[in-house]
């Protein structure tokens, strides 16, 4: 009995190694292809070189053959599992992301071809992950409730936890968090007497300056507990709890009539079949002439169709029921569903990109203070994935940010003399 069971195993065990070296042969057919840089790959049978030396370049150690049969038959959650599994490695992520951005159409057949096999059921387990509202509260559990002390570690003193505008080239992320703060207060042209409503608070980094800066009135909400929790703290440390109202509700239930309304980075994870709910709340808690600014990822509008079928690694392991809008299905939706009116978009992508080498810089710095936390090598490979991921997207512009402004019809404010300005 136990010889059966041992031959069964080795012919399982023979199997996969078969499938193994049949994907290495696929895939380094399909990375034939690979132009504008050059990707050096190196495993145990000796060394490949694909494409040709230019600005981009990176080189892949595989440490185990099956990183082969998981990328090639799941695409980019296959890649990112197989990293954290530390069954690959290479010398600069970032420009291996990039590099596959650049040559996305050969990406897209290792995604769009054998990985299909996979992408019903990730797309199933997307589903599941609706944004309702209890489903939103789960969500964002998932990554904003892995502990203050984590985000603490990478962000700036502020905590905001979104895209910094760096004013130059020797911008610290201090410094550049601070001036998106500025950037945004001066768009809406804050003053003592607005009362603003924030629909994502985050740690609380907008509310206090808003209210700390311009004296005004900033009703703001979250609902993550850690969030929530850590934002309280903050504000009672600041002597703020006069002028700051902090809610753990969901958007949808906001109640009230404000001046003006912001939102940093939080329609990521609204939901695509929540997007004309999510504008339209925006739209009734403004007054007549009320401002609204808007601060979003996006994805590229010629990307949008094919990303909204898929799944990637970034819903997958950091955003369940994540979505990134594109600018033309924002503008629609505002269009067809409220009377908000566009007055400007503004895009600065190029500042996320360095935003996130600063927090993947000081997340790896620290990350001997991270692990006291319960945080192991997988969990460094998992941020570190998904910070170069996400870096590469905004440096080849796959994905990129924008502020939105727009008015309520009675608004009669000049906005054009409060676009971004850099000294």
Same mark, same amino acid.
């Given at each position: 009995?136990?010889?059966?069971?041992?031959?069964?195993?080795?012919?399982?065990?023979?199997?996969?190694?078969?499938?193994?070296?049949?994907?290495?042969?696929?895939?380094?057919?399909?990375?034939?292809?690979?132009?504008?840089?050059?990707?050096?790959?190196?495993?145990?049978?000796?060394?490949?070189?694909?494409?040709?030396?230019?600005?981009?370049?990176?080189?892949?150690?595989?440490?185990?053959?099956?990183?082969?049969?998981?990328?090639?038959?799941?695409?980019?959650?296959?890649?990112?599992?197989?990293?954290?599994?530390?069954?690959?490695?290479?010398?600069?992520?970032?420009?291996? *992301?990039?590099?596959?951005?650049?040559?996305?159409?050969?990406?897209?057949?290792?995604?769009?071809?054998?990985?299909?096999?996979?992408?019903?059921?990730?797309?199933?387990?997307?589903?599941?992950?609706?944004?309702?509202?209890?489903?939103?509260?789960?969500?964002?559990?998932?990554?904003?409730?892995?502990?203050?002390?984590?985000?603490?570690?990478?962000?700036?003193?502020?905590?905001?936890?979104?895209?910094?505008?760096?004013?130059?080239?020797?911008?610290? !992320?201090?410094?550049?968090?601070?001036?998106?703060?500025?950037?945004?207060?001066?768009?809406?042209?804050?003053?003592?007497?607005?009362?603003?409503?924030?629909?994502?608070?985050?740690?609380?980094?907008?509310?206090?300056?808003?209210?700390?800066?311009?004296?005004?009135? *900033?009703?703001?909400?979250?609902?993550?507990?850690?969030?929530?929790?850590?934002?309280?703290?903050?504000?009672?440390?600041?002597?703020?709890?006069?002028?700051?109202?902090?809610?753990?509700?969901?958007?949808?239930?906001?109640?009230?009539?404000?001046?003006?309304?912001?939102?940093?980075?939080?329609?990521?994870?609204?939901?695509?079949?929540?997007?004309?709910?999510?504008?339209?709340?925006?739209?009734?808690?403004?007054?007549?002439?009320?401002?609204?600014?808007?601060?979003?990822?996006?994805?590229?509008?010629?990307?949008?169709?094919?990303?909204?079928?898929?799944?990637?690694?970034?819903?997958?392991?950091?955003?369940?029921?994540?979505?990134?809008?594109?600018?033309?299905?924002?503008?629609?939706?505002?269009?067809?569903?409220?009377?908000?009116?566009?007055?400007?978009?503004?895009?600065?992508?190029?500042?996320?990109?360095?935003?996130?080498?600063?927090?993947?810089?000081?997340?790896?710095?620290?990350?001997?203070?991270?692990?006291?936390?319960?945080?192991?090598?997988?969990?460094?490979?998992?941020?570190?994935?998904?910070?170069?991921?996400?870096?590469?997207?905004? !440096?080849?512009?796959?994905?990129?940010?924008?502020?939105?402004?727009?008015?309520?019809?009675?608004?009669?404010?000049?906005?054009?003399?409060?676009?971004?300005?850099?000294?």
């Amino acid at each position: 009995m136990n010889s059966i069971a041992t031959s069964t195993q080795q012919r399982e065990t023979e199997s996969v190694a078969i499938s193994a070296r049949i994907a290495k042969q696929i895939l380094h057919k399909i990375l034939s292809h690979l132009q504008d840089g050059q990707l050096t790959i190196i495993d145990n049978q000796g060394r490949e070189v694909f494409g040709s030396q230019g600005q981009l370049s990176a080189t892949i150690t595989v440490n185990n053959y099956q990183a082969y049969r998981r990328i090639l038959f799941e695409g980019s959650i296959g890649a990112g599992e197989s990293y954290m599994d530390g069954q690959w490695s290479v010398d600069n992520l970032t420009n291996l *992301v990039r590099l596959m951005v650049v040559n996305s159409a050969m990406l897209d057949r290792i995604d769009d071809g054998m990985a299909l096999v996979k992408y019903p059921f990730q797309r199933i387990r997307h589903l599941l992950r609706r944004n309702s509202i209890t489903g939103s509260k789960r969500n964002i559990m998932a990554h904003y409730d892995l502990g203050n002390e984590l985000y603490k570690s990478f962000l700036d003193p502020s905590m905001m936890y979104s895209s910094a505008i760096y004013p130059s080239e020797t911008s610290s !992320l201090e410094e550049a968090s601070e001036y998106k703060l500025e950037t945004i207060c001066k768009k809406l042209q804050l003053k003592p007497t607005d009362r603003i409503v924030e629909i994502g608070s985050g740690w609380g980094g907008f509310a206090i300056y808003a209210a700390q800066r311009y004296g005004c009135h *900033v009703t703001t909400t979250t609902i993550s507990e850690e969030q929530f929790q850590e934002a309280s703290q903050r504000i009672k440390a600041h002597g703020l709890t006069d002028r700051i109202t902090l809610l753990k509700e969901d958007y949808r239930r906001l109640k009230g009539s404000f001046d003006k309304l912001v939102s940093i980075e939080m329609i990521e994870a609204v939901g695509e079949q929540y997007l004309p709910r999510f504008f339209k709340t925006c739209s009734d808690l403004l007054k007549k002439d009320g401002v609204m600014l808007l601060q979003g990822i996006t994805i590229a509008d010629q990307r949008m169709k094919s990303y909204a079928r898929n799944v990637d690694f970034i819903q997958r392991h950091i955003f369940p029921g994540g979505f990134l809008p594109s600018n033309s299905k924002m503008l629609d939706i505002m269009r067809d569903k409220t009377d908000l009116v566009v007055r400007s978009i503004e895009d600065f992508g190029f500042d996320y990109a360095r935003t996130l080498m600063d927090w993947r810089q000081r997340f790896l710095q620290r990350f001997s203070e991270i692990q006291k936390f319960g945080f192991d090598e997988r969990f460094k490979r998992l941020w570190e994935f998904y910070l170069s991921y996400c870096e590469g997207g905004f !440096l080849e512009r796959s994905i990129s940010v924008v502020h939105i402004t727009a008015t309520k019809p009675d608004n009669r404010l000049d906005l054009k003399e409060r676009a971004l300005v850099r000294p």
